[in-house]
C-alpha cells in the first residue's frame, strides 16, 4: 500500500535589531521586540492556528490520518513568549495520538557543519524540550533545512536517532526514486527518508501560482499523481513549512481545504498514511551517499544560500570560532544569543544569489552582513571577556583537556559496568552491597561531568577551573 | 550614417565628467558600428583629440566673409582641418555678423572650458552651429548638455534632420531644487525641440519627464560606462598600509555632492576607531568650509585634504584607498565609483547617485543617512570578506559596462529617430 509521509516545519527566528558599529561594547541587547512580536503573531494569526486547527480536525475526523511536526527551540521561544496559543493546539493535536515530534537543532543553525559538539548539545537540548512539551523523546531527526551529508547522519546515528529527513536532491540519487526507504552509507541503522520535491513543492511553492500549467491544484489530481506513481514505490514523502499554509499561500487559496480534502481521498484510492518512525522501520533497500551537503533549498539543493559568498563564509567562520568557549560557559544569556545568532536565516539575508527577495529589515546583502557582523563583534567580544583574555592557544588546549577527560571518565564509566557484571559472574554472594555503592558513585560522578564541568576531573581539578569562566 | 554632435569638453582637456563621457559614447560608437562616422563640434580643441572622429572647432568657422588666399588659410587653421573645409563653411554664412567681434579669419574666438561670459559663448557656439549645418552632410544631431543645446537645435531647425539631446545633468541636480531661470529655459527649449531625449539614468529621466514637463515616450536612460583602465594605470600598485585604512572621498568639493554627510560620517566612525583615516581629494567652493568643519569636530588630524587631484593622480588615490565615499545629494550619473571598482576599491554611493542603478556590487545609503554611512564605512574596513567580495566582484561587474553596449542603445535610438519618425506618432 502506498503511504504518505507529511511533516511540517515550525520555525521562525529570532529577528535582530538594527545594530550599528557604535553599539559594540555598549549594548548587549541584539533583538527587534517589535519586529518578533509583530510578525510571529502575524503568523500565528494567518497561518499557525487556522492550519492546526484544521490537522486537529482531520485528525479527529480521520482515524487513519497521520502528521509529522518539528519546532526549532528558537521557533518555541518566540511561540512561547508571543502566541502559546499556538503551543496549546500542538499539545492538542499530540492528544490524538496520529502525531509524531521530530527533533532539529535547537537554533536551526549550521553548527553540523561546523562542529561536532554543539551540535550534539543542541540536539539533546531540543530533544529534552520535545520530552518535556509532547512526552515522548523524538527517534526521527530532520536537519535544519534538512542539509545532510554522510558526516552527519553517522553522526545523527551516534546519537541514537533511527532515521533522518532529507531532501531526494536529483544529484544524489540519480536513477534512483526517493518512493524508498534507504540508509545512510556510513551508518546502515540511520534510514533516510526522501523528500519528494515535485510533489512536495506542488503544495509548497505552486499551490496558488496562477502561471502554474497545473493551476487550479484540487486535492484529486494531486493522489492521482500520487497513485499512478511506479508499482512497488510506497513511500511518499510530503515535507514543508507549516506557513505553507497562509504565509506562502493565502487562506483565500482555499488551501486548507485541499489539505482537508486529502484523507478521505486517499482512502478511496487506497492512499494511507505513516509517520516517519513508522517508515524507520521498515527495511531499507540500499545505501545513499552524499559526500557533499544538500539542503532543500533552492535548484541547487546545497549550502551555497548560507555559505555561498566569501561574506557568509567569513560569518560563519567568526561564529563558529567561538562554538567552544560558548559551549563549556556557564553563562545563559551567552548561551541564548549564541541560539538566535546562529539561526541559518541570518545567513541566507547575506545572499548574493539572484532572485532572493526576502531580507528581513535589511536592503541588501552588505546591510545584512553589517549589521550581523557588529553584533558579532559585541559578541564575541563578551565571550572572550568571561575567559579573561586569555589567549585562545591556552584555552583551546584547556578545552581539549576537559573534552579527553570527559572521554576518560565515560570510558572508565564503561569499564566500571563491564568488571561489575564480571563481578556479579564470579561471586554473586558479595553481590548485596558493593553495586549500589558503586552504581550511585558512578551515577553522581556523571551527573556532575554532564552539568558542571569545573567540577570533574578530580587530579587536574585546579587548572581546568582556571579556564572555566565564572557564571554570573 | 553620419552623425553630428555637438560637445563642450572633450579629452585630453578634462574639466568634468561631460569630456570622459562624451569621449566614451563617441569612441563606443565608432569601435561597435563600422558604418557611424562623428562630427564632434568643440567650441576650441586642444588638436591633441584622438583622430577616431572628426573635430570641428568653432573658433576656425567662419561667419564673416574674409577673403583669403588658400596658402594664408592652410597657415592659420590647424592640422585638423584642411583649406578646402574652410572655404565650404565660408560659402554657408548665412546672415550678417560682421557687427560681432571676429578675427581676421572670420572667425569667433572661445575661451574654452567655463568662462563667466558662459552665456555669451553658448550663443556665439549656436551662431555658428547654423553655419556647421548648412555645410555639412549628416543624417541625425546629438548634443550633449544644456550648453550645446541651442547649437542642436538651431541645426535642426536649419537641416530638418532629427535632434536627440543628451541630458548628463540637470540644473535640479546642480542647484538642489534652486533652479537658475535662464538655464532653465535653456534646458527647455532644448528638450521640447528633441526628438530623442537621451537620460544617462533612470532619475535624471525622471527629472526631465516631472520638472521639464517631457513627454516620456521621447525620454529614455542610458546610463553611462567606463573605459577599461589602460595599463598605465592598470601597472600603478595597491597601498597597503598596514593597519591603517584609509578612506577617500574624491570629487568637487561643492554641495552637490555631499561633502558634509563625509565629514560626519567620518566624526562618528573616528569616535570608535582609531585606525581608520580619511582622504577629501578635490578642490571646489566648499572646501574651506569642510576644512573648517573637520576641525571644529575635532577630527583634522585624521582628515587630509590632498586637493584637485589630476590624470594619473585620480588613479593613484583610488588604488591608495581601502574604501570609496560617493555621498552625493544629487548625481545624474557618477562615473567615480565605477572607476574605483575598476582600481579594486569597494565603493559606498549615496541612493541618490544614478550611477547605482546599474552597479549591484556597492554599499548603498541615504546621503543623509550618516549612521548607515559610517557603519559601511567601519564594516569594510573591519571583515575581511565584505571587502574581498565587492572588490572582486566589483572589479567583474564593472568590466561588463562598456562603452561598446552603450553604443549599441544610441544606435537603436538613432535609426528610430531617422527611420521611423521618432517616438511620438
Same mark, same amino acid.
Given at each position: ?7 511540517? =516545519? ?67 521561544? +518566540? ?18 495520538? +496520529? ?113 502554474? @500549467? ?26 514543508? =513549512? ?25 482512502? =478511496? ?7 516517519? @518512525? ?129 572521554? =576518560? ?49 578530580? %587530579? ?13 | ?124 557656439? @549656436? ?19 544644456? !550648453? ?10 536649419? @537641416? ?68 577599461? !583602465? ?29 561633502? #558634509? ?23 571646489? $567652493?566648499?572646501?574651506? #568650509? ?31 584607498? $581601502?574604501?570609496?565615499?560617493? %555621498? ?98
Amino acid at each position: 500500500m502506498k503511504k504518505i509521509c507529511l511533516y511540517f =516545519e515550525i520555525h521562525q527566528i529570532i529577528h535582530l535589531k538594527r545594530y550599528r558599529f557604535f553599539d559594540i561594547g555598549r549594548d548587549h541587547y541584539y533583538y527587534d521586540d517589535y519586529e518578533n512580536e509583530r510578525s510571529i503573531n502575524d503568523i500565528a494569526e494567518r497561518s499557525y492556528v487556522p492550519s492546526l486547527q484544521t490537522l486537529i480536525q482531520m485528525c479527529k475526523d480521520n482515524p487513519e490520518f497521520k502528521v509529522a511536526f518539528s519546532l526549532s527551540g528558537v521557533g518555541l521561544e +518566540q511561540l512561547e513568549l508571543h502566541a502559546p496559543q499556538v503551543i496549546d493546539l500542538l499539545k492538542e493535536i499530540n492528544a490524538t495520538g +496520529q502525531v509524531e515530534f521530530l527533533c532539529e537543532p535547537y537554533s536551526h543553525g549550521l553548527a553540523s557543519l561546523a562542529n561536532e559538539e554543539s551540535f550534539s548539545a543542541e540536539v539533546k537540548r531540543m530533544s529534552d524540550r520535545i520530552k518535556e512539551l509532547f512526552g515522548k523523546r523524538p527517534k526521527v531527526f530532520r536537519n535544519s533545512s534538512l542539509i545532510y551529508n554522510d558526516d552527519i547522519g553517522a553522526q545523527v546515528a551516534a546519537m541514537g536517532f533511527k532515521g533522518i529527513l532529507t531532501e531526494g536532491a536529483k544529484q544524489v540519487l540519480g536513477w534512483k526514486s526517493p518512493h524508498y526507504i534507504y540508509h545512510c552509507a556510513s551508518d546502515p541503522r540511520l534510514k533516510l527518508l526522501l523528500r519528494d520535491i515535485k510533489l512536495s513543492e506542488d503544495i509548497t511553492e505552486r499551490f496558488s501560482r496562477q502561471d502554474w @500549467s497545473e493551476y487550479p491544484l484540487f486535492a484529486d489530481k494531486w493522489l492521482d499523481w500520487i497513485a499512478a506513481t511506479p508499482e512497488g514505490e510506497d513511500v511518499i514523502n510530503i515535507f514543508g =513549512e507549516l506557513v505553507t499554509f497562509g504565509i506562502f499561500h493565502p487562506l483565500s487559496s482555499n488551501i486548507l481545504e485541499f489539505l482537508k480534502a486529502i484523507p478521505f481521498l486517499a482512502k =478511496e484510492r487506497g492512499i494511507g498514511f505513516a509517520l516517519p @518512525s513508522e517508515l524507520c522501520e521498515e527495511k531499507s533497500v540500499g545505501a545513499i551517499e552524499v559526500p557533499y551537503n544538500i539542503s532543500w533549498v533552492d535548484e541547487e539543493r546545497d549550502t551555497s544560500c548560507w555559505l555561498g559568498n566569501v561574506m557568509q563564509r567569513e560569518a560563519f567562520n567568526k561564529l563558529y570560532s567561538v562554538a567552544d568557549r560558548v559551549r563549556v560557559c556557564g553563562d545563559r544569556r551567552i548561551q541564548m544569543d549564541w541560539d538566535s545568532l546562529q539561526a541559518s536565516n541570518n545567513f541566507r539575508f547575506m545572499t548574493t544569489k539572484p532572485g532572493y527577495q526576502y531580507r528581513g529589515i535589511y536592503d541588501s546583502p552588505y546591510d545584512a552582513f553589517t549589521n550581523y557582523m557588529n553584533i558579532l563583534g559585541d559578541f564575541i567580544s563578551r565571550v572572550n571577556n568571561l575567559y579573561g583574555g586569555a589567549d585562545n592557544e591556552e584555552i583551546d588546549g584547556l578545552i581539549t583537556m576537559i573534552k579527553n577527560q570527559q572521554d =576518560e571518565i565515560t570510558a572508565k564509566d564503561k569499564e566500571i559496568e563491564r568488571l561489575r557484571k564480571k563481578l556479579e559472574k564470579y561471586n554473586p554472594t558479595e553481590l548485596e552491597e558493593k553495586p549500589v555503592k558503586k552504581a550511585a558513585a558512578k551515577k553522581s560522578a556523571k551527573k556532575v561531568a554532564d552539568v558542571k564541568l569545573e567540577e570533574t576531573p578530580k %587530579p587536574k581539578k585546579t587548572r581546568a577551573k582556571k579556564a572555566v569562566p565564572k557564571a554570573e | 550614417m553620419k552623425v553630428l554632435m555637438f560637445g563642450w569638453e572633450f579629452p585630453p582637456k578634462i574639466y568634468g565628467g561631460l569630456a570622459v563621457a562624451s569621449y566614451g559614447i563617441t569612441k563606443g560608437m565608432i569601435e561597435g558600428q563600422p558604418d557611424a562616422e562623428i562630427t564632434f563640434c568643440l567650441p576650441k580643441p586642444c588638436g591633441e583629440e584622438e583622430k577616431f572622429l572628426r573635430i570641428i572647432g568653432m573658433n576656425q568657422v567662419p561667419i564673416v566673409y574674409r577673403d583669403h588666399d588658400y596658402d594664408y588659410v592652410k597657415s592659420r587653421i590647424p592640422d585638423y582641418m584642411t583649406p578646402e573645409d574652410y572655404y565650404n563653411f565660408r560659402n554657408h554664412i548665412y546672415a550678417d555678423f560682421s557687427y560681432m567681434n571676429v578675427n581676421d579669419m572670420g572667425c569667433m574666438e572661445f575661451a574654452g572650458g567655463y568662462p563667466g561670459n558662459l552665456h555669451d559663448e553658448i550663443n556665439n557656439f @549656436s551662431i555658428i552651429a547654423g553655419v556647421v549645418a548648412r555645410s555639412e552632410q549628416f543624417d541625425i544631431i546629438h548634443a550633449h548638455d544644456w !550648453l550645446t543645446y541651442p547649437a542642436g537645435v538651431h541645426a535642426k531647425l536649419v @537641416s530638418g534632420k532629427p535632434l536627440c539631446i543628451h541630458v548628463h545633468a540637470t540644473d535640479f541636480d546642480r542647484s538642489r531644487g534652486k533652479v537658475n531661470p535662464t538655464v532653465y529655459s535653456i534646458e527647455k527649449n532644448g528638450m521640447d525641440h528633441a526628438d530623442c531625449i537621451m537620460c544617462v539614468s533612470e532619475l535624471t529621466r525622471q527629472t526631465v519627464i516631472r520638472e521639464y514637463h517631457q513627454d516620456p515616450r521621447k525620454c529614455f536612460a542610458i546610463h553611462n560606462a567606463v573605459y577599461p !583602465l589602460p595599463q598605465e594605470y592598470l601597472d600603478i600598485p595597491r597601498v597597503d598600509h598596514g593597519k591603517e585604512k584609509v578612506v577617500t572621498f574624491l570629487g568637487r568639493i561643492t554641495m552637490q555632492k555631499g561633502p #558634509e554627510y563625509f565629514i560626519e560620517a567620518a566624526d562618528l566612525v573616528c569616535k570608535r576607531s582609531k585606525n581608520i583615516r580619511f582622504c577629501f581629494a578635490g578642490s571646489g $567652493d566648499k572646501y574651506w #568650509e569642510m576644512v573648517d568643519l573637520a576641525a571644529a569636530k575635532g577630527i583634522a588630524d585624521r582628515v587630509h585634504f590632498p586637493g584637485f587631484q589630476r590624470g594619473k593622480q585620480v588613479y593613484e588615490c583610488y588604488k591608495a584607498s $581601502d574604501v570609496f565615499v560617493m %555621498p552625493s545629494v544629487s548625481e545624474p550619473f557618477g562615473i567615480a565609483p565605477l572607476e574605483a571598482m575598476q582600481c579594486g576599491t569597494p565603493s559606498i554611493i549615496s541612493k541618490q547617485s544614478g550611477c547605482g542603478e546599474i552597479l549591484d556590487k556597492v554599499i548603498k545609503v541615504d546621503y543623509w543617512d550618516i549612521n548607515a554611512m559610517a557603519d559601511a564605512i567601519y564594516s569594510l574596513c573591519t571583515n575581511e570578506g565584505l571587502h574581498t567580495y565587492l572588490r572582486d566582484e566589483g572589479l567583474k561587474e564593472v568590466a561588463e559596462i562598456t562603452w561598446v553596449k552603450v553604443g549599441h542603445r544610441i544606435r537603436k535610438l538613432y535609426d528610430e529617430c531617422i527611420y521611423n519618425g521618432g517616438f511620438i506618432h
